[in-house]
């Protein structure tokens, strides 16, 4: 399974951030993975983001709640994220990953990451 | 809200053995998952659940819970161990995932 994050690396302020993960060797239906967006400023920690299921369920991070959305599209085997209002704030590296659900929770296959700037 | 806490920092002799530490309400239902990452690389998932390591990840690494305390144990740290270590885990009673701050280990 592999994972490759695409989309714009600079964004101005209040735009809106759209990011594809495209899937290969597995299919997005396939599997009972949820397909999972994180994040990780520079020199900071990880953020969970959120993640959606190839039926529609989907859980977002409450502090993002209000300006994030993940789908997955089972047409092109990949699935996205949205991020509305981008603030300086929002500039990290995006990875997507897959999430398996048992116990705790883990994200075991991972994106190599793209870095999004959000600068005027 | 929930949260995970993490050492920010812990140092270790080569060949000897450290413990890295994950505290949270949510670890007392479930077993922390624990990332690796080393500068420039996506992280990578080296255990979860009761101590299950993917292939390929060394068994020097192993997992434990206690209570809201999750423990990562090299055993033997080597030279390549010198990494962030991030845990994780669901939170209680719902969907979403926390993450701890992230410990720095450096290998002496």
């Known amino acids: 399974l592999q994972l490759q994050e695409s989309g714009p690396g600079l964004l101005k302020p209040s735009e809106t951030l759209s990011l594809t993960c495209i899937v290969s060797?597995?299919?997005?239906?396939?599997?009972?993975?949820?397909w999972a967006w994180l994040r990780q400023p520079p020199g900071k920690g990880l953020e969970w983001i959120g993640g959606?299921?190839?039926?529609?369920?989907?859980y977002y991070n409450p502090s993002l709640e209000s300006r994030v959305a993940v789908s997955v599209d089972t047409s092109k085997n990949q699935f996205s994220l949205n991020l509305s209002l981008v603030t300086a704030a929002d500039t990290s590296v995006y990875y997507c990953?897959?999430?398996?659900?048992?116990?705790?929770?883990?994200?075991?296959?991972w994106g190599p990451g793209t870095l999004v700037i959000v600068s005027s | 809200s929930s949260e995970l806490t993490q050492d920010p920092a812990v140092s270790v002799a080569l060949g000897q053995t450290v413990r890295i530490t994950c505290q949270g309400d949510?670890?007392?239902?479930?077993?922390p998952s624990w990332y690796q990452q080393k500068p420039g690389q996506a992280p990578l998932l080296i255990m979860h659940?009761?101590?299950y390591r993917p292939p390929g990840i060394p068994d020097r690494f192993s997992g434990s819970r206690s209570g809201g305390t999750g423990s990562l144990t090299i055993t033997g740290a080597q030279a390549e161990d010198e990494a962030d270590y991030y845990c994780?885990?669901?939170?209680?009673?719902?969907?979403?995932?926390?993450f701890g701050g992230g410990t720095k280990l450096t290998v002496l």
């Open positions: 990953a897959t999430y398996g659900t048992e116990q705790g929770g883990y994200f075991d296959s």
């Open positions: 959606a299921s190839y039926t529609g369920n989907a």
């Open positions: 060797g597995v299919s997005v239906s396939g599997s009972d993975y949820y």
């Open positions: 949510s670890l007392r239902s479930y077993y």
């Open positions: 994780s885990s669901r939170d209680t009673n719902s969907h979403h995932l926390l």
């Open positions: 659940a009761k101590n």
